[in-house]
């Protein structure tokens, strides 16, 4: 494993392209495109303000800076340096941007959500959509690109519109039973729409593209409900991660629960494998040590009680035999975790200068080899799953992993 030098960054804001090919930083109001092998600079442009989100458009071939205190937009092109776009919201200023799935288009969410504008790259036309809801996640994409879901709010109610990305025009339009909708995802096969409700209000509901509600899943009542959600690749499970610290596995057939995970403070199974980091620190020195000891001391030194401490561990289960398969118990609370796009392999960072990977064979940490303070906070692969770029606060560097012979 090998560790490039670090460079500055703001925003926490590194990305690789899609193509694999450039990695794209910012630096206040400076982008900077790099090549993922040598690290050189390809493209340095200069934006209005501050950057505050980039994203690549999904060919590789244009980059967007949304500078949300402005209310503006700047888009650049890598095939022709000299051009770029500036896209500015005005008064209605700007609180969300992103790309279609095209890469032609530009969504902008205006400030209270009182619309959303899809700008035109090619032929500079602009087309809108009204009521767009204020909620964790009210715009989702088909895989395939599409379709567009929308969650919507008016008079009271909650409502999703179903769009054609290809010339934007409404294909469905319907209320959604939820009292706060607060979340929408696409099946990855694009068949079923997920929809959930505040967590006020333990409810999911399982829509067609046409529009019919196809199940409703309700775990319990009278607490607080669904955290988060998740697909399989495969679309044939649903996770749904809830308040009760549980996780719950949906079938794709009848949409009923066929497991669910706890999260116990002791684990039971003895097949079940724990990694626990250790710190080694030098020995305690009796000399020091004060008779009676403090109780802080005697506790650190003298206590056999062990438990889970959620925010510090990482659950694995194996999904063809719904068993908990390992947990990782860290030493600080995990602030970033992410597959290999390639293999069965997860990396992790818990804002210290090390990476953990974890695989079937074995789970490792390495120590990032760096002078000063590198917290890493955010870390994500390379397509190739061959590197990761490691985000800190101030910089980020990339990590290069030996690509395993298969035998």
């Not at 209605?92 to 799935?101: D, E, I, T």
């Not at 009676?292 to 959620?310: E, V």
């Not at 906070?377 to 985000?391: C, E, I, N, R």
């Amino acid at each position: 494993m090998n560790f490039s030098e670090l460079f500055k960054l703001s925003g926490l804001l590194g990305r690789f392209s899609p193509d694999g090919r450039c990695l794209a930083s910012c630096v206040q109001y400076r982008l900077v495109v790099r090549d993922v092998n040598t690290l050189q600079i390809l493209q340095l442009y200069t934006c209005l303000d501050q950057i505050q989100y980039i994203e690549w458009s999904s060919d590789s071939l244009f980059i967007l800076c949304a500078m949300y205190k402005r209310g503006i937009v700047q888009v650049w092109s890598l095939e022709q340096p000299d051009w770029h776009c500036k896209i500015d919201e005005g008064s209605a200023g700007l609180v969300a941007s992103c790309w279609s799935p095209d890469g032609r288009h530009i969504l902008n969410t205006t400030e209270f959500h009182l619309r959303i504008t899809v700008w035109s790259l090619c032929t500079k036309s602009v087309s809108y959509i009204k009521y767009p809801k204020a909620c964790q996640q009210g715009i989702a994409f088909t895989k395939d690109g599409r379709y567009m879901a929308v969650a919507e709010r008016r008079d009271c109610k909650d409502f999703i519109s179903i769009f054609v990305c290809s010339d934007w025009q409404l294909l469905r339009h319907f209320d959604s039973e939820t009292q706060d909708l607060f979340g929408i995802e696409w099946a990855p096969n694009g068949c079923v729409l997920a929809v959930w409700d505040t967590c006020l209000e333990y409810k999911i509901l399982l829509y067609s593209l046409d529009g019919r509600l196809l199940s409703t899943y309700r775990a319990y009542e009278w607490s607080l409900g669904i955290k988060s959600i998740a697909w399989s690749p495969s679309s044939q499970f649903l996770a749904i991660g809830s308040y009760d610290e549980k996780v719950r596995i949906l079938n794709h057939v009848t949409w009923k629960k066929i497991t669910e995970f706890e999260h116990p403070a002791t684990i039971t199974n003895t097949k079940t494998i724990v990694y626990k980091e250790v710190e080694k620190s030098p020995s305690v020195e009796t000399e020091r040590l004060s008779f009676p000891p403090t109780r802080a001391l005697a506790s650190s030194l003298f206590s056999t009680q062990s438990k889970y401490n959620i925010p510090n561990a990482v659950w694995i289960w194996d999904i063809q035999k719904l068993k908990l398969f390992v947990v990782l118990e860290q030493l600080c609370a995990i602030q970033s975790f992410q597959w290999d796009p390639r293999q069965p392999r997860l990396a992790v960072c818990t804002g210290n200068s090390k990476v953990y990977l974890w695989s079937p064979a074995g789970c490792v940490s390495v120590q990032v080899p760096m002078e000063g303070d590198f917290q890493i906070v955010s870390l994500s692969w390379h397509s190739s799953g061959d590197s990761m770029v490691l985000l800190s606060k101030d910089n980020f560097c990339v990590c290069y992993l030996e690509r395993e012979e298969v035998k």
